[in-house]
């Protein structure tokens, strides 16, 4: 009855445990929901007033495929780019999914890092990509060998490589981002063998210290598709984000669009432009910024102060997530059950390597709960690890 597709598709975990437990009545590090403190309430119903007044029933009507008029043109002024070369995406999970559908047949390889975004290894899935993932290397020569090393085995197999997907800001999972060096290194990877770069940086604009590098986009802005969201630095449940690429890319786009939801959803849209255009976007960005630095903060000297020798983690300058590194042996799947009765839940890294390694790693959140939960958080799986692994 169905499709050979469906037998490729493969559930979220981490929407599972979604599905298994209250996420407030426990200590969640699982989801990467930002917290409902940031999303301005009253600004939205204000904006959401004012864009009936002003648009009136052209507000709830059909609207172009690309997106409204003024929210590209807005996201485009954002971002520094023709308006020509943005489309309007119902979030960047439809972005990740309009590239592949329009680039990929199943067998095609996706070079990624390993680890990477679950959602975007969900969708490579469906397609039947032969996703290929390589571990980092801070030295970018050794890097840049690795990559060369899969592409060269692909090659060699007959595969064609579609395109290379990277987070290079603030990574999900891992929170760290790439050096100006290895992203000049990926492109001049992706010139020379020819294949497009996705670029998916939804959370960019979330940095709390250092200087923001350019985007791969910047690099090569013919070769490299961009991917941005309203969902960190708005608000998720708009569902709305955009593709910054070359045109004759965008037309696909455009076009497999059609056939997926005809057009981004309008009134959103024009809340969204509204949002921008009158910096209420932004004071209210500058405000979730000064609070996921804090909790980032915090949830970094509650790991130093309880995790038992032997785990290491990241520190990342951006984002909402950081990753753990457990002692090899240590097995996060089969201690995930342990900690869920105990009351506190993570997410797996297993799940994020395309080759199911990472065994004896975990993905860790600090946008969603209150400070005083992070503490007890922490304090509560530092005393379930020192158990486990001690
Ligand atoms: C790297 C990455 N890309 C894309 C998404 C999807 O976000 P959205 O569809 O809400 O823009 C997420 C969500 O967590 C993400 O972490």
């Known amino acids: 009855m169905f499709s050979e597709d ?38 939205i119903r204000q904006t959401m007033s ?21 929210l590209r043109e807005a996201v485009a002024e954002r971002c520094g780019v023709p308006v020509e070369r943005v489309q309007i995406t119902s979030s960047s999970q439809q972005g990740i999914d309009v590239c592949t559908r329009v680039l990929v047949d199943p067998g095609d390889v996706i070079l990624t890092s390993s680890p990477s975004y679950l959602g975007a290894l969900q969708s490579f899935r469906s397609y039947r990509a032969d996703i290929r993932g390589v571990a980092h290397n801070s030295d970018v020569d050794a890097f840049r060998a690795e990559y060369e090393k899969v592409i060269t085995e692909a090659k060699a197999e007959g595969k064609k490589i579609k395109f290379l997907y990277m987070i290079p800001d603030f990574q999900n999972p891992s929170g760290e981002s ?25 959370y960019r604009e979330l940095r709390y210290e250092g200087e ?10 013919d070769r490299v598709i961009h991917l941005g969201s309203f969902s960190k630095i708005f608000a998720p449940g708009f569902r709305l984000g955009w593709a910054i690429a070359h045109p004759d890319i965008l037309d696909k786009i455009y076009v497999c669009k059609q056939s997926l939801d005809l057009c981004p959803p309008i009134f959103d849209q024009y809340v969204a432009a509204e949002f921008l255009k009158s910096g209420r976007l932004d004071a209210n960005l500058k405000k979730s910024i000064e609070l996921y630095r804090s909790k980032r903060d915090l949830l970094l000297s509650q790991l130093e102060e309880h995790m038992p020798e032997g785990i290491t983690w990241t520190h990342p300058e951006g984002g909402l997530f950081l990753f753990l590194t457990m002692p090899e042996g240590f097995d996060a799947v089969r201690f995930y059950d342990r900690a869920l009765d105990a009351g506190v839940a993570y997410v797996a890294g297993e799940f994020f390597h395309p080759d199911g390694s990472g065994k004896n790693t975990m993905r860790m959140n600090f946008s969603f709960m209150s400070p005083q939960k992070i503490k007890e958080g922490v304090e509560l799986l530092a005393r379930l690890l020192y158990d486990e692994i001690l």
């Open 178 to 202: 790439l050096t100006l060096q290895e992203r000049r290194m990926l492109v001049s990877l992706a010139q020379k063998h020819d294949f497009l770069i996705v670029e998916d940086s939804p």
């Open 212 to 221: 923001p590098i350019p985007t791969m986009y910047s690099l090569d802005p």
């Open 50 to 70: 004012e864009v009936i007044d002003k648009y009136s029933g052209k507000a709830f009507q059909y609207g172009a495929t690309q997106g409204v008029p003024d």
């Open 6 to 43: 469906v037998g490729s598709f493969f559930r979220s975990p981490v929407r599972e445990i979604f599905k298994k437990v209250d996420l407030n009545a426990i200590y969640s590090f699982a989801g990467g929901y930002p917290s409902a403190e940031t999303f301005p309430l009253e600004e």
